[in-house]
Every structure is written in C-alpha cells, then in structure tokens.
C-alpha cells in the first residue's frame, strides 16, 4: 500500500520505552510500585517522562518485570552511551598510537591496541 | 511508496481532552495515552510537553471540525494551540480530514467507532483487551476509545494514498472535509 512519506532523517529513538510496556502490559504505576517495592509511583512516573534515568537496580528490576532487555527498553539512553564510550575510545586509541614508549610501559601500550583491534574485529565498533 | 516515517504524533481532539498515540513505523507503537483539561489553553502546556518529549517528525490532527457548534469553537483553539507549539518546535504538521479518515476504514468494512477500534486490536494484539464494548447511545463514551481513535489517525496518516493536508489556517480551520 502506498504510504505517506516524510523527508526526514530518521530520528533517534526515544530514550526509554518503560511507558508502553507498562501500558501493554495493562498494569498501572501504583501497582508497579507495589510490585518493585523499592519503588515509589512518582519515581516510576518520573522515569517513563524520561525526566530522570533509573538506577542500575532499577533498570534491572524492570528488565526483570516486563521481560525485556535493558537495552531495548532503554533504547535510546543504550544507543547514547555506546556512541559516547564509542568515541572516547576511538580518540584514547588515536592517542595511544601516538605515544612513543619502551620497556614496559610500550609492552602495556602495545597490549591494549592488540585488544582494541581484536575488539573491533570481533564485531564491536 | 516507501516508508521513511520516522515518529508521529497523532493527536485526536475533544472539547475537554485530547488522545495521543505515538507511532514509529506502521506496527511499532512508541506511546498512546488521554489527557484531560478544564479550560482550552490547558493542553498547550500538554501539547508543548509531548513535543518536548517524543521529538516527532510529524504532529498529525484530527477532530478539530466537530458537527457540534458548541464544541467547534473549543476544538479550534485546541488545535490553533497545537499549530502554535508545533511552529516552536518546528515540527511538521499534518491534518487528516474526516472523510479521509472514514473512507480508509471503510475499506475495512468498520462502521463505527467500536469496529475501527477492534480493527486497531488486530494490529496491535496487545491492546485487544482495552477494546471497549459497544455501548447503548446515552452512555459515554469510554476513556479507553480516545486512546483508538488516536492511534487508528496515526494508521490513517501512514498508510493513506491520500496525502494529508499539511497546511492549517491561521483561525485553526483544519480542512473543509472536517468541517
């Protein structure tokens, strides 16, 4: 079927998706809480708005209750951080391909460029 | 044609609340949702934060053409609202006009709104619990209907062969056909 098209670059995705696997699963926010109960119904609503980041408990609290990987739920927080370490460690390996080193300290330089190679070759960016 | 949606915001207007779906792609279901509001520059501060938050391509209207005069004026301010906040934040607007939106379902032989309803169930299996049952013509409508029709406008928006009209009028006229 022919569809509407927009000529835009394709957005990033939203930062978390917890609202619509809450809503698909049919459960409300207080019966969340009641649920995770280190949690409160403002702090799981404060997370679906996106207006703060859970943490590491929580994230795996919810993975945990909607069955469903961290990194698909919190797709675009994922796909942000992958991008930050992903650059940080282009630019750490640039450096360290320009230190002049012996002993040592050039046998550690040499062992960590060996990683990132093999790193890159085995599927990682 | 292909498909380069990225995200949509279909928003269905009512005199005192409206419905929003986000959709990414014809099957993948970002958000949907009802808000409700006393007065009609109520939903500004709504419209300004689903905008804020979805970051979508597309802001897609419907409703804003109501039959009822008492609701028409309401509807139109809602939607002047919404042009105004998708300006700022220089998203796309789209409107999709009543017959437009009647005549896509018609091809799926829907003939009303609890047939559109279950009609978006099929597409989206898990919200086939949500579908409410038809209901005698006093009772109100149910919350759950305005979290359809908003998501069936984003369906109509992203499979329609017909363009939907991209310009609203300044007075917030949507489109004739919806008048």
Redesign the interface.
């Known amino acids: 079927m022919q569809t509407n098209e927009v000529h835009e670059q394709p957005h990033e995705p939203l930062a978390n998706y917890l609202r619509i696997q809450r809503l698909k699963a049919g459960f409300t926010q207080q019966e969340v809480a009641e649920v995770l109960q280190h949690l409160h119904r403002d702090i799981i609503s404060r997370h679906e708005r996106q207006e703060s980041v859970p943490s590491l408990l929580v994230a795996l609290m919810y993975e945990t209750f909607y069955r469903v990987p961290v990194s698909e739920i919190f797709v675009g927080l994922a796909k942000k951080v992958e991008f930050d370490v992903e650059t940080q460690l282009a630019e750490y390996e640039k450096y360290l391909g320009e230190q002049s080193a012996t002993g040592p300290r050039a046998a550690s330089i040499a062992r960590k460029l060996e990683w990132l190679s093999k790193r890159r070759s085995s599927g990682f960016k | 044609?292909?498909?380069?949606?990225?995200?949509?915001l279909a928003v269905e207007i009512r005199a005192a609340r409206l419905g929003y779906a986000v959709l990414?792609s014809?099957n993948r279901?970002?958000?949907?949702?009802a808000a409700s509001f006393a007065i009609p520059s109520a939903a500004r501060q709504r419209i300004a934060r689903m905008l804020r938050?979805?970051?979508?391509?597309?802001l897609v209207l419907h409703g804003a053409g109501s039959r009822y005069p008492r609701d028409m004026r309401v509807r139109k301010s809602i939607a002047r609202i919404a042009k105004d906040e998708a300006k700022k934040a220089s998203v796309?607007m789209?409107v999709v006009p009543e017959r437009g939106f009647k005549s896509f379902f018609h091809q799926f032989h829907c003939r009303d709104k609890y047939d559109i309803a279950a009609t978006v169930a099929v597409r989206f299996p898990?919200?086939a619990?949500?579908v409410p049952p038809p209901l005698d013509f006093y009772d109100p409508e149910p919350r759950q209907m305005l979290y359809f029709d908003s998501i069936a406008l984003a369906i109509v928006?992203?499979?329609?062969?017909e363009?939907?009209n991209p310009n609203v009028a300044d007075d917030g006229v949507l489109s004739p056909a919806s008048k």
């Not at chain 2, 044609?1 to 949509?8: E, G, L, Y």
């Not at chain 2, 279901?29 to 949702?33: E, K, N, S, Y």
């Not at chain 2, 928006?157 to 062969?161: D, F, I, M, R, V």
Request: aromatic share 12%; proline share 6%.
């Open positions: 044609m292909s498909t380069q949606i990225s995200r949509i990414e014809t279901l970002g958000d949907f949702g938050l979805y970051r979508p391509s597309v796309a789209a898990e919200l619990w949500r928006y992203l499979e329609s062969p363009k939907a």
